[in-house]
């Protein structure tokens, strides 16, 4: 009995091992780490090379073979993710992607298909086959797109007619000033022609008499007595 209870353990033992061996066949547990999700992936070569270097993956500490930087989409192709894993070699004109479960770059078996993939590539050239990059933009991305574009068109459509309505209301505003000014100065100069012609009647009014008595004495002296009384009632009947 006790010899069966020990058989049966190992069995058991050797069942789990093997089952873990295959859930993490290819993958590297420290890759989970290095996860991240980015807007798009390298589109050349060199962006490639540039986006590696600052991955850095060759500073990641594992105890995996080799990990080198990938850019692929996820197993639910809503997002593109960077991350330090080991290459795999993808079979069968289809793309890349990183299965978070296994830890691993694995080939995409849920119908992406890539045409311009070849038959067979290594994981870590992916950057050459942006038709992959796109099925994720066109399967979950487009409408998030149209409704940006849509809301950019809103957006300036509202600041140029606010522009034109900001450009129409200073126009009428400069002609209201315009328009005041002409007839606060037209009003000014009315005052000054009432004020002077005030000023004139009052003055003559005021110096008439003076005027008058002093003309009446230079000819009363120039004139003979009865030229001067004559003189008298003429001025006095005209004053």
């Known amino acids: 009995m006790e010899y069966a209870f020990v058989f049966l353990k190992g069995v058991l033992l050797i069942h789990i091992s093997k089952n873990d061996f295959l859930v993490n066949a290819g993958g590297c547990n420290a ?3 290095t996860v991240s999700v980015v807007n798009r992936c390298p589109r050349n ?6 986006a590696a270097e600052r991955k850095n993956c060759g500073n990641i500490k594992h105890n995996c073979v080799f990990i080198q930087y990938h850019c692929v989409m996820n197993t639910w192709r809503n997002k593109t993710i960077e991350v330090c894993a080991q290459a795999e070699n993808i079979v069968g004109k289809v793309c890349a992607e990183f299965n978070i479960g ?3 770059i694995q080939r995409n078996g849920n119908g992406v298909h890539c045409d311009s993939c070849p038959i067979s590539y290594n994981s870590t050239k992916s950057f050459k086959y942006q038709e992959c990059y796109l099925k994720v933009k ?18 300036t459509t509202h600041r140029e007619n606010l522009d034109t309505v900001n450009a129409t209301s200073n126009i009428e505003h400069s002609s209201s000033n315009i328009e005041e000014g002409d007839v606060n100065t037209i009003t ?3 005052v000054c022609v009432v004020i002077c012609l005030l000023l004139f009647i009052l003055l003559t009014l005021k110096w008439r008499s003076t005027i008058w008595t002093t003309l009446s004495g230079i000819f009363r002296k120039a004139l003979p007595a009865s030229e001067n009384d004559s003189l ?6 005209e004053v």
């Open 31 to 33: 890759s989970l780490a």
């Open 188 to 190: 000014i100069f009315a």
């Open 45 to 50: 070569e060199e962006e490639w090379t540039t």
């Open 138 to 155: 066109t399967t979950l991305s487009t409408k998030l797109q149209v409704t940006t574009n849509s809301l950019d068109i809103d957006f």
């Open 102 to 104: 296994g830890a691993r």
């Open 232 to 237: 008298k009632q003429t001025l006095e009947t």
